[in-house]
């Protein structure tokens, strides 16, 4: 079985059937609707994790953290989370989802960073890298070769950002990394340090 039908297998219906609704508070505002109920966006951010089962986490780009509830559910390990966000689509964005996460980071260790990730000079490894975020090639490549020890890394937004989709394409190219596109709503290249 490839490693996209194991993915597959787990991913459920609805992101719903497995993260409760009150982490997405932009479930039914337009624009946010169709891909937090359209049953091809988060299901599969949570499918990853219930496969790959993470116990640290970093994410870039962390917005209101709808993301992070679904890695963090789908795992059921997580010990460790870390948020990097420039907060520039909203300023206090890093609060916003530390307010929203706060019922599944009970008893995680997690800090939230307001920092442009291009900028990061020095990173650890992690578990697992979600990068939603900076959508630019050389951005996306900078976080690919800074976090390149991690487990696996997840770049969102392949399908509408060619810029990122580029940067995943180079990067395995350096690396010889294994590597599988998971077809969802905007696509997603995962990434993997075996």
């Known amino acids: 079985m490839s490693t996209l039908d194991l993915i597959q297998a787990l991913k459920p219906k609805s992101i719903f059937d497995v993260v409760p609704e009150y982490f997405f508070p932009e479930r039914d505002t337009p624009g946010h609707r169709e891909y937090i109920r359209g049953g091809n966006y988060y299901e599969w951010k949570y499918a990853v994790a219930a496969h790959l089962a993470p116990r ?36 206090d964005s890093n609060r916003i989802a530390e307010d929203n996460l706060k019922p599944c980071l009970n008893g995680m260790s997690y800090q939230f960073f307001k920092q442009d990730a291009t900028q990061a000079t020095e990173a650890v490894p992690w578990d697992l890298v979600h990068i939603d975020g900076p959508h630019t090639h050389a951005g996306t490549l900078h976080c690919l070769r800074l976090l390149k020890d991690s487990r696996a890394i ?24 294994e590597f599988v596109v998971l077809p969802s709503l905007r696509g997603d290249f995962l990434i993997l340090n075996s």
Do not use: N, P
Request: with cysteine; proline share 0%; aromatic share 12%.
């Open 56 to 91: 640290s986490i970093l994410e870039i780009g962390v917005r209101y953290g709808y993301s992070l509830a679904c890695f963090i559910h789908g795992s059921g390990q997580v010990v460790e989370v870390e948020g990097w966000d420039s907060c520039s689509y909203k300023e």
């Open 154 to 177: 997840l770049v969102d937004d392949v399908y509408d950002c060619h810029d990122d989709l580029q940067a995943c394409k180079d990067f395995v190219q350096e690396t010889r990394r």
